[in-house]
């Protein structure tokens, strides 16, 4: 029986968690710092992510079998290195590796140099290059600050103007600090936009099911950027030739780059795709499991997860296919009101909290215990995630168990799953339409 630890304390490693917990061979799970959710099915542990002497002095000293890592900060921070230097059991790709996340412009410039399909890219470090760049280009651009900016430093541009503001916010102003002595100006893309995970264990790859996220704050696709504002799965079927495509031109090719580069890759490889009407390209890799894809992936998932990390530190993904539930799942975002901008948080949180109920799961985010119950401790607070045989049956269920919650200020949106039609009508319809306030 083994004993697992999972650094992180958001909806994905909650996820995680109850996925770890629910595997047979699971003896004991115990997460860093973990949340008021993750307290219910794992021991919670007072340690930070990124500190990692603590972690690997609790993992030895408990004799712990396998750690898990969540966040990417640990992970471009080289914790799975010193794990790995420790001779201890960890799932997760080496700080080199994890420069597909770490740096922007690593990033392009390996899928250029690979021939995997991007947007057309230039890296710059100086901001007066970066402005002429932008007055002569025609078409819009992103700008994006190379290092980790929590999923801040990307800016979306209409023209050439905005486009020079960006270079002078994240380069002059340094919006982002140090992250933004660098930036990439790209191209931008058009389309729908989805998300593929897969499992690498450094040649092979096994994808999960690719899921659609919602990043915008507000109904319709408008407002801020966040963390993840709800999700579903699978986006497109495991059948849809358009993902072999995707495994073969951009995930398997990725792989296989990073091997004959010297730097082979395991764990978690996260490709943020948009499907251009010249086939999907990638605008990110994430280097690690996606927040909240994972907790739409991990309930559809039937082989046990202790296995698939085992084939993946073992090198034998290619021996044993995954297997999915044939069924959709669907998450909605619970956040604080003002998230991302500035929120409030300690707020009581009643009605039905319980991981799994009523044929629910609920994934905490952002939420501690206080004296009187669950109060709220972060951006995202919950996510309510339900599955059923029909898509509309999965999005239905998940809203009726966001009724079932209450916070102040709880916000979320209501559009999740929402087919692209009726999107676009949401589109028209007045910018107020939103969730409780
Ligand atoms: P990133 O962190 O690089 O994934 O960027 C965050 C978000 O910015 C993406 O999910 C997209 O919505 C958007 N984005 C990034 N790059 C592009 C691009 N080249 N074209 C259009 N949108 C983009
Ligand atoms: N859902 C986007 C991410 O995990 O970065």
């Not at 040649?203 to 704050?217: I, N, Q, S, T, W």
């Not at 696709?221 to 358009?242: E, F, H, Q, S, V």
């Not at 009407?277 to 499991?289: A, H, I, Q």
Request: aromatic content about 6%; hydrophobic content about 40%.
């Amino acid at each position: 029986m083994l004993k697992i630890l999972v650094i992180g304390g958001g909806g994905r490693e909650h996820a995680l968690c109850w996925a770890l917990r629910s595997s047979p061979q699971v003896e004991k799970v115990y997460c860093a710092p973990g949340n008021a959710g993750i307290a219910e099915i794992a021991r919670q542990l007072e340690i930070k992510p990124t500190d990692t002497k603590k972690l690997i002095e609790f993992a030895r000293h408990e004799a712990i079998d396998l750690t898990v890592v969540g966040p990417e900060d640990p992970i471009v921070g080289g914790v799975v290195d010193t794990f790995r230097r420790e001779k201890l059991r960890v799932f997760g790709p080496t700080a080199a590796a994890a420069q597909l996340e770490g740096s922007k412009a690593f990033a392009k410039s390996f899928m250029r140099r690979h021939n995997i399909p991007t947007a057309p890219f230039a890296v710059f470090d100086n901001a007066e290059e970066a402005t002429r760049f932008c007055r002569e280009s025609e078409g819009p651009l992103v700008v994006k600050a190379d290092g980790l900016a929590a999923g801040k430093g990307v800016i979306v541009c209409e023209t050439p103007a905005e486009a020079e503001a960006a270079v002078q916010h994240i380069m002059v102003e340094r919006a982002f600090g140090a992250v933004g002595e660098k930036i990439v100006i790209e191209r931008r893309l058009a389309g729908q936009e989805l998300s593929v995970m897969a499992f690498a264990d450094g040649r092979h790859v096994a994808l999960m099911l690719p899921a659609r996220d919602y990043k915008r704050a507000l109904d319709g696709d408008r407002g801020a950027n966040t963390g993840g504002m709800g999700a579903y799965a699978p986006a497109i079927r495991l059948d849809d030739p358009l993902l072999e495509e995707i495994e073969r031109g951009i995930i398997q090719k990725t792989i296989d780059g990073m091997a004959e580069d010297g730097i082979p890759y395991s764990g978690v490889l996260y490709a943020g795709l948009m499907m251009t009407e010249s086939g999907p390209k990638v605008l990110e890799f994430n280097c690690r499991f996606g927040d909240p894809e994972t907790q739409v992936v991990l309930p559809l998932l039937k082989t046990d997860l202790v296995d698939v990390i085992g084939a993946a530190l073992a090198g034998k993904l290619d021996m044993e296919p995954l297997e999915w539930r044939d069924e959709v799942c669907a998450c909605v975002i619970l956040t604080s009101k003002g998230y991302p901008g500035k929120y409030e948080t300690g707020a009581p949180i009643s009605g039905t909290l319980k991981t799994e109920s009523d044929g629910l799961l609920r994934f905490h985010a952002g939420t501690s215990a206080g004296t009187g119950g669950v109060i709220t401790a972060g951006g995202r607070v919950l996510g309510i995630c339900s599955r059923s045989s029909t898509h509309e049956g999965a999005i239905a269920s998940a809203y009726a168990g966001v009724e079932r919650v209450q916070f102040k200020g709880a916000q979320f949106r209501t559009d999740i799953g929402l087919r692209p039609a009726e999107v676009h009508r949401m589109r028209r319809a007045p910018a107020e339409r939103r969730g409780r306030f």
